[in-house]
């Protein structure tokens, strides 16, 4: 596990040193995957680079929008555009191997949710591929808003700046200057449900979730109180979602 202080004092050395080690391991197509075990899932960070064919895609549609057999339409939770609820997190505009590597996740048990676990169950690599990437390029309005009460401020300054009093690192020298997401590795959190985000940051804090690559959230996830949780689940909330076009790989903000 990374300590906790290197973390904070060094945030912007972790968006340039971990990011262009993260990038390189996708570009060698390094590691063989073993699901749980890879940390850097070179393989789904390579997603976006891999040619879907159309056909595929209008069955990823299809799979999203109707569902297909025992599997659920993904609309049916996720909205008809992915822009999510209360219940079931915003989707669209995420980087597609990112969601590709959490669809995976779910499949192999490295990330817990009896829903998802049962959605995924019956897709094919195929599949959560080109899902990936239908999902990627859908362009949605936000419909997420603060409501949990939290304090916004204190959520932008955590979110931009970090605290090294209690060691936070700014989420954004990961996550992009506007939380659009860095790569396929660093996923956008920008209009997300602020209830998803809370509840991923204390699965992580409780090491529930623990699918991060070489456990960079968990690290992150243990210097946040209840309270700054809900303060920075409530300022992403209020944040533009990632547009279509955006340069994903652009550097992160320090
Ligand atoms: C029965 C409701 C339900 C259905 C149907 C459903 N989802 Fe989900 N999905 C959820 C919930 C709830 C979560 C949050 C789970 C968690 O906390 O890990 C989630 C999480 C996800 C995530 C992780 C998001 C992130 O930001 O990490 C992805 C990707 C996803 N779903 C894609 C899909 C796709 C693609 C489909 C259709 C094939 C689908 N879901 C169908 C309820 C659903
Ligand atoms: C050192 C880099 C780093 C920093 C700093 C960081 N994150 Fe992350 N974060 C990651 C990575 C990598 C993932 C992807 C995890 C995965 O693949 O499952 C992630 C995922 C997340 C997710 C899950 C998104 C989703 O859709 O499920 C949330 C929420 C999140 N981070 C919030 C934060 C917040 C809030 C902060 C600041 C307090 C922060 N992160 C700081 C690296 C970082």
């Not at 959520?155 to 996550?175: I, N, T």
């Not at 959190?189 to 529930?208: C, E, F, I």
Request: hydrophobic residues 35%; aromatic residues 6%; glycine residues 10%.
């Amino acid at each position: 596990m990374l300590k906790q202080s290197w973390l904070s004092r060094t945030p912007h050395i972790v968006a340039f040193v971990v990011l262009p080690l993260l990038s390189l391991g996708a570009a060698a197509g390094a590691e063989p995957p073993d699901n749980a075990g890879n940390p850097l899932a070179a393989e789904f960070f390579g997603a976006q680079e891999q040619k879907v064919t159309d056909e595929a895609l209008t069955n990823a549609r299809q799979v999203a929008i109707n569902g297909k057999g025992a599997t659920w339409s993904c609309a049916s939770c996720h909205g008809e555009n992915g822009a999510g609820n209360s219940t079931a997190p915003r989707i669209a505009g995420l980087a597609p191997g990112y969601i590709t590597k959490q669809l995976h996740d779910y499949r192999s048990g490295a990330r817990q949710n009896a829903n998802m676990e049962y959605v995924v169950a019956e897709l094919s690599d195929k599949q959560m591929l080109a899902l990936g990437q239908y999902y990627s390029r859908l362009e949605s309005h936000s419909s997420a808003g603060p409501d949990l009460g939290g304090d916004i401020s204190r959520g932008r300054q955590l979110a931009q700046q970090g605290d090294w009093k209690v060691e936070v690192p700014a989420c954004f020298s990961c996550h992009g200057s506007t939380g659009w997401g860095v790569g396929q590795a660093f996923p956008a959190l920008a209009a997300q449900h602020p209830s998803y985000t809370a509840v991923q940051l204390s699965n992580w804090k409780s090491g529930r979730r623990s699918n991060s690559p070489v456990k960079l959230m968990h690290g992150v996830a243990v210097t946040l109180s209840d309270d700054d949780i809900r303060a920075v689940a409530d300022y992403l909330a209020t944040l533009p979602p990632p547009q279509q076009g955006t340069d994903r790989n652009a550097h992160a903000a320090n």
